[in-house]
């Protein structure tokens, strides 16, 4: 777990940010000092969590192609750029969850529409911004929430499971091609987490069994900020 951490300066897009994984990010993150963007579907809950913790909130779906340079555009205006970007947002594809012989193409491309195509989508257009935080010594950063789901075969997630092989590839590509830009992208699988998605893919799941979302969230700060070069706008303090 962190302790005395000040992330003042740091900026940080997350999408996904209104449930689970992402608000315990965003919560953390602006507990932490971070000036901190997120971006999920619904304008109510867009404005509950943005009152909540103070961070720039953004309506947007990342699985429609005409939101991604909206969203792009609110990320850099209200952060004046980017250091961190992470790509947490994600789709199942059918739900309930379905093998793959039963999986609608439609449910196939939903999930590869948002955990993939949207992530890709997004990082491309923020590829700048983070490129010129790289150049400013700021350091830049491109986390993608992949799942155990991306290396074992489980029966029926057989759509959110392709998806998240595919983006945990693209991640490792990106992260050589991007070397001489300074920017690393780093595909992080948190674990089953006690969350709505995971209820909805999961229903019966005992809670207990499950890692809490701040622990996960927590973890991933770590990984975070052993990431960043030393001293790039933020100043780390003990680790507990």
Known sequence: MLANIDFHGLRVAVTGGTSGLGLALVRQLVAQGARVAFVARTAANVELIADETGAHGIVGDLGKKHDIYPIALQVTAS??????LINNASSLG??????????????????LAVNLVGAFRLTKALFGALATSAREGRGALVIN??????VNAYPGWGAYGASKAALA???AIWDE???DDGIRFLAIDPG????????????DADPATLKHPDLAAAEIIEKLLDALPAGAALSAGARG
Do not use: F, W, Y
């Open 192 to 203: 089953d987490m006690d969350t709505p998605l995971h209820a909805l893919a999961l229903p």
């Open 169 to 171: 590839h693209l991640t």
């Open 145 to 150: 929430i992949s799942s155990d789901a991306a």
């Open 79 to 84: 952060l004046g750029g980017l250091d961190v």
């Open 94 to 111: 059918p739900v309930p969850l379905a093998l793959l012989a039963d999986t609608e193409c439609e449910d196939l491309e939903k999930a």
């Open 177 to 179: 091609e991007a070397k």
